[in-house]
């Protein structure tokens, strides 16, 4: 039953994190001047989110414990959820929601690029024209926001792990105890 409802819980935890995570992107777009406030507000929801989802997935694992690495491995999971949510969100703001915000981000990154000097024509446009495909192309951003979130979960997983791991209970009474040692005597 633990293993089978294993990906249930981890796609059902990941949605409603990314969820979190794109409404706080949203309202950033939509209010830029508070963006930081809303970005700093989304790592503090990521990080009770991700403790609150691996606590209770732990609590069903009262008479074997839950180990570090499960603790770690369901984090990873809920990031693969997470990270399809988030990119869906960017595709659609990307390309048509949020279409000039992000083409005049891309334009000043190439001009700052442009400034320096350190690339040639040539090279600008072949940088021009991957970046464009990196923020705009629905299969990179979905990737690159999978592994993002992914590597981002795993960093924060190695210390959220460390309050939600739990050792087995030593004194549960539901095991049924051997007593044919006893009876050899």
């Known amino acids: 039953m633990k293993k089978s409802n294993f990906w249930n819980e981890a796609s059902r935890g990941g949605a409603i994190i990314g ?27 990521i990080i ?5 989802f691996t606590r209770s997935r732990a609590a069903l694992y009262s008479q074997e414990g839950f180990t570090y690495s499960q603790s770690l491995g369901f984090i990873v999971a809920m990031a693969i959820f997470t990270g399809i949510v988030v990119g869906a969100y960017q595709i ?4 048509f929601l949020f279409t000039e915000k992000f083409e005049e981000t891309l334009n000043q990154v190439i001009a700052a690029y442009s400034q320096m000097g350190v690339m040639d024509n ?3 446009d072949k940088m021009s024209s991957m ?3 990196y923020m705009f192309s629905p299969i990179y951003v979905l990737l690159s926001n999978v592994l993002s979130y992914i590597f981002y979960f795993a960093f924060l997983g190695l210390f959220i792990s460390l309050g939600t791991k739990r050792e087995p209970d ?3 009474q539901s095991e049924e105890v051997d007593e044919s040692d006893d009876d050899q005597e």
Do not use: E, Q, W
């Not at 009770?48 to 609150?52: A, E, G, N, Q, S």
């Not at 659609?92 to 390309?95: F, M």
């Open 48 to 52: 009770y989110l991700l403790f609150h």
């Open 122 to 124: 040539a090279t600008m």
């Open 170 to 172: 030593l004194f549960d």
């Open 92 to 95: 659609v703001a990307s390309n």
């Open 19 to 45: 969820l979190v995570c794109v409404a706080f992107a949203l309202i950033g777009m939509l209010i830029p001047k508070v963006a930081f406030v809303f970005n700093l507000a989304s790592f503090v929801a």
């Open 131 to 133: 970046m464009r495909n």
